[in-house]
């Protein structure tokens, strides 16, 4: 699975929690390429963007997780954090590195 935005689209991705948090694909601060996906409205550490990989990842499977990640100007450097949450039924499980 992999996104480049370069379809001028979100591409599945969507905004996690909080209802003021946004995604947009803009193009006026690029890595490469044309496209890249914008994050605003976040109120928490856990609001972002997020993608539902259901029927995408196989069970005993090791994946690489990439990513080029700008903070918007002004910001102080800090860490940033990549999750995966599984959801059985109503139970969330969340795992981060």
């Given at each position: 699975m992999r996104s480049t935005f370069e379809s001028a689209a979100t591409e599945g991705w969507?905004?996690?929690g909080?209802?003021?948090?946004?995604v947009a694909?803009?193009?006026d601060d690029v890595h490469?390429?044309?496209?890249?996906?914008?994050?605003?409205?976040?109120?928490?550490?856990?609001?972002?963007?997020s993608i539902n990989a259901a029927?995408?990842?196989c069970?005993?499977?090791r994946y690489t997780v990439a990513a080029w990640v700008k903070m918007a100007p002004g910001e102080p450097d800090t860490q940033l954090r990549v999750s995966i949450q599984r959801t059985f039924g109503a139970s969330p499980t969340t795992t981060r590195s």
């Open positions: 969507t905004a996690r909080g209802s003021a948090a946004r694909v803009v193009s490469s390429g044309t496209y890249s996906l914008l994050t605003t409205g976040r109120t928490a550490n856990w609001n972002g963007a029927g995408k990842l069970n005993g499977s």
